[in-house]
């Protein structure tokens, strides 16, 4: 169990405990894998992704292991994220929960053999529920990050506070989309650089559409990888318009299709903007390899997020319908 700390002392206790990991030893350097891992889980916070104390191990996490680990892994170092967020258990805050009915084999994992074996056994990891306290709390973030840049990485510092940086104003984006029930204008309105916009894009309307593709239902991951696109439905040359409902995610396959104007999500035969459906260029000859697998989607339901407020928008839909029908 881990030891009990409580009142103001709680967060520099935490701020040792961060700063003495059990960590494996290389070439006289502590491997980097648990610091990165706490590193992710604090930017995690920044960006609204941890509102109650349960941390996935999922594809917001590894996307923010995967960019730290990048800046401080040594020539030896092996990016296998499952690690870390099986052994931190040891560090006391740190307590993993089994799949229903899978706690004795969770009680008798000695460690993961590989992704599969944790994910097949770990629902989730949680915190002290005083850890947790103060890690919602942007200056005890501040504190605690500091305290393993500080005993982990100082020679990587300016490259980790940019970073961290970024992801803070990308959590600070999404989370104004959210307080606006994601009624945002397009443009520069939040302030934000185009990279971090760009960025907030990406991961809500990814998130929104559960990482599937909306034509073919494709979903990929693989620690922080995804095939999946998230893509502009008014081209964004057009408007620069980077609010989620401007977006669709697509496999690379179905994201070059629409992007070429071969095939559009647009509106149902009723007119029925909710439920969009998809629309394919006429001309595609249905003995073609090929093209025969593209014109099998016509009048296909697009596949939308469960959130109604992240759907595409009548406008961008309307655009696209305009691209296809333009296309020569
Ligand atoms: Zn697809």
């Given at each position: ?20 990991l059990?960590t494996d ?6 491997r980097p894998h648990k610091a990165v891992m706490l590193l992710a889980v604090l930017s995690l916070?920044?960006?609204?992704q ?5 941390i996935f191990y999922g594809p917001e996490l590894l996307e923010l292991f995967k960019r730290f680990f990048a800046v401080v892994r040594g020539?030896?170092d092996q990016c296998t994220p499952w690690n870390p967020f099986f052994y931190m258990k040891?560090e006391?805050?740190w307590?993993l ?14 460690g993961p053999r590989g992704v599969g074996s944790l994910m097949a056994n770990v629902?989730y990891a ?22 393993i840049?500080?005993?982990y ?68 991951l693989y620690e922080g990888i995804t ?102």
């Open positions: 169990m881990s030891a009990k700390v409580s009142g103001p002392n709680a967060l520099s206790s935490y701020a040792e405990r961060f700063q003495s059990h030893q290389h070439e006289g350097r502590p916070a920044d960006n609204g941890l509102t109650e104390n349960r020539a030896t040891r006391g805050f307590r929960h089994a799949h229903p009915g899978q706690e004795g084999a969770l009680a008798g994992m000695g629902a949680s915190l002290d529920g005083e850890l947790f306290g103060l890690i919602a709390q942007t200056a005890c973030r501040e504190t605690l990050r500091t305290a840049i500080d005993r990485f100082s020679a990587q510092r300016k490259a980790l506070v940019g970073l961290c940086g970024e992801e803070r104003e990308i959590g600070r984006v999404r989370e104004n989309w959210r307080e606006e029930q994601y009624q945002v204008g397009r443009g520069e309105a939040d302030g934000a650089p185009e990279i971090v916009r760009s960025a907030a894009f990406a991961r809500t309307v990814r998130q929104a559409y559960d990482y599937r593709c909306a034509a073919c239902g494709l979903r990929f095939i999946i696109d998230a893509a502009h439905l008014i081209p964004f040359s057009e408007t620069r318009d980077d609010s989620p409902q401007n977006g669709i995610s697509l496999c690379k396959n179905h994201h070059w299709l629409m992007d070429c104007h071969l095939m559009s999500p647009g509106p149902g035969r009723s007119g029925d903007y909710a439920q969009p459906i998809w629309h394919v260029k006429t001309g595609l000859n249905s003995r073609i390899e090929g093209q025969r697998e593209v014109l099998a989607l016509k009048n296909e339901l697009v596949i939308v997020p469960a959130d109604a407020r992240l759907r595409p928008k009548k406008e961008a839909l309307d655009r696209r319908m305009e691209l296809l029908a333009e296309a020569c």
